[in-house]
């Protein structure tokens, strides 16, 4: 329920008799015109020479009379304010109600209106907690700061030790493709196996003292440590939505390369290397190894540029791709290759947008681990910065989920109902692990404010969640710059 009341007050009788007191000394002391109509007209606007900080001196008394040929020394003019201190605004329009909602559990979040960064609204919002998959916007913002959105992860074949033996390189690309070239995978402009193949068999060919190719050795060590991080869910894999961790693969891992949730495989290097064998014909083995230090390249493809893998991490809550840049950024900053790499990896790309990131700490790109923390009070800054398309971050604006018209909030079950007259208006990354859902972005308010937030439900939820939290983020809408604290 939206509260509004009125907050028009009259001039108290104390403000009045403050105003007469400053006249009554100045005629006193026959200050000059222009000084007395300063002083005058400071304490009838802010209330009194004391609140305005205008210090005036106590009335003193003349001993002795003064020679009338002694001129009379004209009182120091003392430092006045150019303006009175502006007083915050009484804001009236409360969204308790909504707040209120036992579906929300353990509620967090804050409101920061975008053109000056005044906090409207706060619950526990400078509190580090887990983010779910908004903790894509901190991967998506760190790899467009080291990364840039024109770079591309490649993946290459060079010429193997021993006679007949190539490498398939892995470069970290998750979007490489086994499907053939012209077929749209889950991953637009995805390069494709089929292509590699040709450019290898061409420049095989191209020396006549090459034997056959017969081995095929994948090396997949861009990527190290363990494939998958420990505080995951299991069922994330089982039930299609991310896949082990390694820097070489194709779509994803995915059994179905066209569709975004599909079930993946435990051996995704595996799966590639059996899918480029195929491609190749004639190869009787496959194993994992290195390649030679400054081999001979046959061949290589590119992934789609970050500015669209970013694009793809938001609009759909891509996990694996999430992860891919988050790797890439690590490696980029010199962190290390692994998970433990990808805290001092992003918060290094992070730092380069001024925001404080005390108390964040990013255990993996795509937030499904629980130990994630982000304050919803970082993610309002942050997107007063995205919303401004400082730097690069306009690619990640532009990917992000829109209320009723892109993206994981445009499904059914969000902002149906009375919620649907925030369509078009709620810009936001949509999260959700089993112990959590988060919503965070900009909302262009029904008054033309625009406003960031942060929505975190978390603790003993259920779906009904995804509703509580679109009714909040409406209050937020329709409140706009009269959004109350209360």
Not at 153 to 170: C, D, H, Y
Not at 313 to 330: F, G, K, P, Q, Y
Not at 392 to 407: A, T
Request: charged share 20%; net charge negative; glycine share 10%.
């Amino acid at each position: 329920m939206i509260d509004e009341t009125d907050a028009t007050g009259a001039t108290s009788p104390e403000r009045g008799g403050a105003a007469a007191s400053v006249l009554a000394f100045i005629t006193r002391h026959r200050l000059p015109l222009a000084i007395a109509s300063g002083v005058l007209a400071l304490a009838l606007l802010g209330g009194g020479a004391v609140a305005l900080g205008v210090a005036v001196a106590p009335e003193q008394t003349t001993a002795a009379a003064v020679p009338s040929e002694t001129p009379t020394p004209t009182p120091e003019a003392r430092p006045v304010p150019e303006s009175a201190a502006a007083v915050s605004r009484v804001r009236t329009c409360s969204v308790a109600e909504a707040a209120a909602d036992p579906r929300l559990a353990n509620l967090q979040a804050q409101v920061m209106k975008a053109s000056t960064g005044e906090v409207l609204y706060d619950r526990g919002g400078t509190t580090p907690s887990r983010t779910a998959s908004v903790m894509k916007v901190l991967t998506s913002a760190a790899a467009l700061s080291v990364l840039g959105p024109d770079h591309r992860a490649a993946t290459t074949v060079v010429k193997g030790a021993e006679p007949g033996s190539i490498v398939l390189v892995g470069g970290g690309d998750v979007t490489l493709s086994r499907t053939p070239s012209g077929d749209e995978t889950a991953y637009p402009g995805a390069a494709h196996l089929d292509e590699l193949a040709r450019q290898v068999e061409e420049a095989w060919a191209a020396d006549p003292a090459n034997p056959p190719i017969t081995k095929l050795i994948l090396d997949a060590s861009f990527f190290g440590g363990e494939e998958w991080q420990p505080s995951w869910d299991l069922v994330e894999r089982e039930d299609g939505y991310m896949s082990l961790i390694t820097a070489l693969m194709v779509d994803g891992d995915r059994d179905d390369p066209y569709s975004n949730t599909s079930w993946r495989s435990d051996d995704p290097i595996g799966r590639a290397g059996q899918a480029f064998a195929d491609e190749l014909g004639g190869v009787g083995t496959i194993e994992r190894g290195t390649a030679p230090a400054g081999a001979t390249q046959l061949g290589q493809v590119v992934s789609p540029p970050v500015s669209a893998l970013v694009d793809k991490a938001l609009v759909v809550s891509d996990n694996t791709v999430a992860e891919m840049l988050a790797r890439l950024v690590a490696i980029e900053t010199g962190s290390g290759n692994d998970f433990a790499a990808i805290n001092a990896g992003v918060l290094e790309g992070l730092g380069h947008y001024g925001v404080d990131t005390a108390g964040v700490v990013v255990v993996d790109g795509s937030g499904l681990s629980d130990d994630n923390a982000v304050p919803p009070s970082y993610l309002t800054r942050l997107f007063v910065k995205i919303n401004a398309r400082e730097a690069n971050l306009g690619y990640l604006l532009d990917s992000l989920p829109v209320s009723g018209e892109r993206g994981s909030l445009a499904y059914d079950d969000r902002f149906w109902g009375d919620n649907a007259v925030a369509d078009g208006s709620v810009i936001a990354k949509t999260g959700w692990i089993n112990t959590g859902y988060t919503l965070s972005g900009v909302i262009r308010a029904e008054d033309g404010t625009d406003l960031t937030f942060a929505i975190y439900a978390l603790g003993d939820v259920t779906d009904e969640a995804k509703t509580a939290i679109d009714t909040l983020a409406t209050g937020f809408y329709l409140c706009g710059d009269n959004l109350s604290n209360q």
